[in-house]
C-alpha cells in the first residue's frame, strides 16, 4: 500500500512542458538538505545554465517513435558542479536520443557549489540516485525495460554519472519511503568527456573538485569520489568519449576509468579523437572527425542489444 501511494504521489506531480514533456519533481515528500538560497539561471549563446537549483527534477522526453526500443537514459549537464549547461548538454541530447527510439530524463540536480559544507558532496549524487529510482519505479506506465536504464554524463556530468555507477545500491530496506527500496544501479554508462578522479592533480578538474568537496578535502572524501578506484563487480558497462586536445579534463580521466573496468572484466569501450576542445557537446557544429561521436554510441548500443540497427 505504501509503494503505491508514494508512486500516486509521484504521478500526480508530473505536469507538461513544451507538448509531451514532463517535469518531475524528485521529492514531493520534502527536500533533505534544502538550500533556502533563492534559484537562479543564466543565460549564454548555448542556452540555460541552471545554477542555484533549489528544487531538483527530473524532466522526462518521451520518445515519439512507434518503434521504441524500451531503453531509457537518464542526461546529467557538464557545468564544473558550478551550473547544469542544461540546453547544450540536457535538452539537445535529450532530443537526440529521441529520434533514436530511447526515451529520455534530464537531470535538473542540486549544484554542489552553492550547497552548504554539510550538504554540498552528498546533493548530486543522491538526486541521480532518486532520478534512477523514479524511472525504474514508473518503467510499466512509460514502457521502459526496468534493466535497460542507463546514465549519460559530460565532464562533471560524467562525474556525476560514474559515480551514481561506482556508488549506486540495490534500494534501502531500512528506508520508510517504498521508492528508495528501488535499486538505483544503472544498467549502462555513457560518459563523455568526463571528470572521472579527484585525487590525481595532474589530470583532475581542479575547479570541479573545489566545487565538490572544498579547497581542503578530506583525503577519504578525495578517494571516494575518485571513481577509477571505485570500479567494483558490479559497476555497469561503459562507454568513454574523449578527445586528446582536451586540456580542461585530460583524457587520463577515461583512460583510467577504463582501465579500472578492464580489470574486474566489465564490458567497456573508449574512443579518443585526436582534436576537440572540452565541451563540445554533441558537436554538431564541429568540423572534426570528434562530431562523429553520436554514432559511434549508437552503434554501441545497438551491440549491446540496447537499441535496433
Not at 547544450?88 to 554542489?112: D, T
Not at 592533480?201 to 578535502?217: D, E, F
Request: proline residues 6%; contains cysteine.
Amino acid at each position: 500500500m505504501k509503494y503505491l501511494l508514494i508512486i500516486s504521489i509521484y504521478f500526480l506531480c508530473l505536469f507538461k512542458v513544451n507538448g509531451q514533456n514532463k517535469i518531475i519533481p524528485l521529492y514531493p515528500e520534502g527536500v533533505k538538505c534544502k538550500n533556502e538560497l533563492p534559484a537562479k539561471t543564466d543565460y549564454d549563446e548555448s542556452g540555460r545554465i541552471f545554477k542555484k537549483v533549489v528544487d531538483p527534477e527530473v524532466w522526462y522526453y518521451p520518445t515519439p517513435k512507434k518503434d521504441k526500443t524500451q531503453t531509457a537514459v537518464l542526461v546529467i549537464p557538464g557545468g564544473g558542479y558550478y551550473g547544469l549547461w542544461f540546453d547544450k548538454e540536457g535538452v539537445e541530447v535529450a532530443n537526440w536520443l529521441n529520434n533514436l527510439g530511447i526515451s529520455a530524463f534530464v537531470l535538473k540536480h542540486r549544484v554542489p557549489h552553492w550547497e552548504s559544507e554539510d550538504c554540498r558532496s552528498k546533493v548530486a549524487l543522491l538526486d541521480a540516485q532518486r532520478s534512477i529510482r523514479i524511472i525504474r519505479a514508473n518503467s510499466k506506465k512509460w514502457e521502459i525495460n526496468p534493466n535497460k536504464i542507463g546514465v549519460l554524463g559530460f565532464s562533471a556530468g560524467g562525474h556525476l554519472a560514474s559515480t551514481l555507477s561506482t556508488h549506486h545500491d540495490n534500494g534501502l530496506n531500512e528506508s520508510e519511503l517504498e521508492i528508495d527500496k528501488i535499486s538505483s544501479r544503472p544498467d549502462f554508462s555513457i560518459l563523455v568527456y568526463p571528470v572521472i578522479t579527484m585525487q590525481d592533480t595532474s589530470y583532475t578538474n581542479m575547479g570541479t573538485r573545489i566545487n565538490l568537496l572544498g579547497k581542503m578535502p578530506l583525503e577519504d572524501s578525495l578517494n571516494y569520489f575518485s571513481n577509477e578506484l571505485q570500479v567494483k563487480e558490479d559497476t555497469p558497462p561503459a562507454i568513454l568519449i574523449h578527445t586528446d586536445e582536451d586540456k580542461v579534463v585530460p583524457p587520463e580521466n577515461s583512460i583510467n576509468y577504463y582501465l579500472a573496468l578492464r580489470k574486474f572484466n566489465i564490458p567497456a569501450a573508449l574512443h579518443i579523437w585526436e582534436g576537440g576542445l572540452h565541451g563540445l557537446g554533441l558537436a554538431d557544429n564541429y568540423k572534426g572527425a570528434f562530431k562523429n561521436w553520436p554514432e559511434t554510441v549508437k552503434n554501441w548500443l545497438i551491440e549491446r542489444g540496447l537499441l535496433t540497427d
